[in-house]
């Protein structure tokens, strides 16, 4: 897979390590003359330009790219960038990062954004996710289909508690897809048997959101977190 990250920072550099790790082709580009430290990821390409720059980018070799990570400190930059991958190149996945949450709301499709990824927002929800019990907390929204993954802890008084997922009758475009057991994914077979301290995990559709407070009363949870989900 050929990647062109744009960004030579502590970030775009985390990304390229560990993606060539895995034999995948990467490109590094930057404006900075400073953020150029070939030897920190020698197994790289490294290109200095500007990838709000249209020449720049077909240097990198953007023509023939899978994938392009707009990952600089600059929300311009990277609205910019994933806009003229997108819209212009036909990049298949631009991914994008979101430096400040006030943000995020311009990154969508209109700006070219398949995957907008805010830092911010996935701290805040591993912090939600780790005293999350008996609130139903949204992880992620998956971009494209408006779909959100959903997680709650059951305690022992949920409704759901003894109940074989079968058994459950969740609104339309909701689904149980996986429990997570003493730290052990599960399946979520019609036969399991719902017990107090299971963590589980649904996907709702945007069309299933309006129901939220009725899955979380299934679930013996609260409504939590509704804005602090990472974006995908």
Excluded at 97 to 111: H, K, M, T, V, Y
Aim: charged share 25%; proline share 5%; aromatic share 4%.
């Amino acid at each position: 897979m050929k990647v062109i990250i744009a960004g030579a920072g502590s970030v775009g550099r985390s990304i390229a390590r560990e993606l060539s790790s895995k034999s995948h082709s990467i490109t590094l580009i930057d404006k900075e003359t400073q953020a150029m430290r070939v030897a920190s990821v020698p197994d790289v390409d490294w290109l200095l330009g500007d990838a709000c720059d249209p020449q720049a980018l077909a240097e990198a070799g953007i023509d023939d790219c899978d994938v392009i990570v707009a990952a600089t400190g600059d929300d311009k930059a990277n609205l910019v960038t994933s806009m003229l991958s997108k819209l212009v190149y036909g990049v298949p996945r631009v991914i994008a990062r979101i430096n400040n949450p006030r943000n995020e709301w311009l990154f969508d499709e209109n700006w070219g954004v398949d995957v907008p990824v805010s830092t911010p927002r996935i701290m805040t929800s591993l912090v939600e996710e780790a005293v999350s019990e008996g609130n139903l907390v949204r992880m992620a929204r998956f971009h494209r289909s408006g779909t959100s993954l959903y997680q709650t802890h059951l305690t022992d008084s949920a409704p759901v508690v003894g109940m074989s997922i079968g058994e459950v009758i969740l609104p339309p475009g909701a689904v149980l897809t996986t429990i997570v057991r003493d730290g052990n994914p599960l399946n979520a077979e019609r036969d399991l048997t719902l017990e107090g301290g299971d963590q589980i995990l649904l996907l709702v559709s945007e069309e299933a959101e309006p129901d939220l407070d009725l899955i979380g009363q299934l679930m013996g949870a609260d409504l939590t977190g509704e804005d602090s989900s990472t974006e995908d």
